[in-house]
Every structure is written in C-alpha cells, then in structure tokens.
C-alpha cells in the first residue's frame, strides 16, 4: 500500500528539548516536503527536497533542520523547540511535476512547553 | 505572491443539502488546482484537482470547474452525506514549484 508514514503521532516536550520527527515513504518519489497546520492560517510549508542530499526552505523554515539521506526518509529537526513551534506538522511526497496529487502523512501533533 | 481564498466555515448542512464552498486564487502563472479534504485525526488526501483551464476535477459525488476568468475553483456536491463532515482545503501548485498553497480550510458539518 502507497503510503507516507510519520513518527510519532503525538508528542509533548519542553523548551530547548531537542527531537526529531521521522518521515518515511514507499513509493519512490523524489520529492518530499514538511508542512505546519496552525488553525486559521492552513497549511504552510516548513523545507522541500527535491531529492537525495537536495533540500530548500519552505515558507517558515526558521527553528527547523531536515535532511535527505536516503530517498525514502525525511526527517525534520527541531534543535531547541519553542512554544510558538506548538503545530500539526505534516510530511508529504509526490512525483515530481505540479498537478502530481501530494501524498501526506497521518501528522505528528507536537506540543512544546 | 500566490494565495488561496477560502469562505470561512464552519458550514452547517442538513443530510442531503447542496453544498457549495468558495475558493479564489491569486498566482502569477499558470497553477493546478486541488481540493484536498482532512477527515477527523487524519492528514490530508486529495478529493479532486484541475489542471488547466475550463477542467471540471470530480471525484465522490464532488466536483469543481477550473475557472480562469474568475480565478475560482469552487467545491459542490449536490447532496451532502454525514460521512462528509471534514475540513476541505483548497490548493495551487505552479509548475516549477515544490510546494502547495493552501486556503485556511473550510470544516464542513452535516447532520442528519
């Protein structure tokens, strides 16, 4: 089954405490994104990759570090998390071209105190 | 810059009502539209989309025709179901960009 999965589902940390959140998918795309959901605002754009070792920031990328090590993940990095990073975060990957449909991850809901 | 409109919700319907959500675009090229709907704790899937001009994208019992001289892609169905109940979102990609542009949703209520 095609699918983009996300780890964990939920989480909630303090202040400055470093985490990761794992993106992963399986359907040989190339590329992958991370999107924040804050209510009243959608759905915005955190960093891109377009493929492997290729990454560019998004709309909102400050506080925020990914990577492309492998073609299937795409984890995003929160070095020292801050309340105001407190979001629905989702991970996407699609196929390349503009009208391809974006496949998107479950979410993680992050709460930073 | 590129931006999606959407009517604010939340938008209450009895089973079976008409259902119209309203969406505008702003883009400097040529976009592809997307409707893309969140049901309860999951993340987004792709309803329908339009890739040019004049396309009508359907999907479900959903449908929404690409209109380039009003800058509309706007959601219908013409009879809601309680299963319909969700958030929908619409969107724009331009050719050469990674990225969607998203209106702030709309959440859909529909009660028996």
């Known amino acids: 089954e095609a699918q983009v999965t996300q780890n964990p589902r939920y989480l909630i940390t303090v202040t400055g405490k470093k985490l990761t959140v794992t993106c992963s998918q399986n359907m040989n795309h190339e590329y992958m994104s991370w999107y924040r959901q804050d209510p009243g605002l959608g759905l915005r754009q955190i960093y891109y990759s377009m493929n492997v070792e290729v990454t560019d920031k998004g709309d909102v990328p400050e506080g925020y570090k990914v990577s492309r090590k492998e073609k299937r993940n795409f984890p995003l990095i929160l070095e020292s998390p801050s309340p105001n990073q407190t979001s629905l975060y989702f991970c996407?990957?699609?196929?390349?071209?503009?009208?391809?449909?974006?496949?998107f991850g479950p979410g993680t809901r992050l709460t930073v105190l | 810059g590129d931006s999606v409109t959407q009517m604010e919700g939340p938008v209450t319907l009895s089973e079976e009502a008409f259902l119209t959500i309203n969406c505008t675009y702003t883009a400097t090229g040529y976009p592809s539209l997307f409707w893309y709907v969140q049901y309860p704790g999951e993340g987004l899937q792709l309803l329908l989309k339009a890739t040019k001009a004049d396309d009508k994208g359907s999907n479900k019992g959903f449908e929404a025709t690409y209109r380039k001289e009003t800058t509309s892609f706007h959601l219908e169905k013409g009879s809601v179901q309680v299963s319909d109940s969700a958030v929908y979102f619409c969107?724009?990609?331009?050719?050469?960009?990674?990225?969607?542009?998203f209106g702030t949703g709309t959440r859909l209520l529909v009660s028996p």
């Open positions: 969107a724009l990609a331009l050719t050469g960009f990674q990225k969607l542009v």
């Open positions: 996407a990957s699609h196929g390349g071209a503009a009208y391809n449909e974006q496949f």
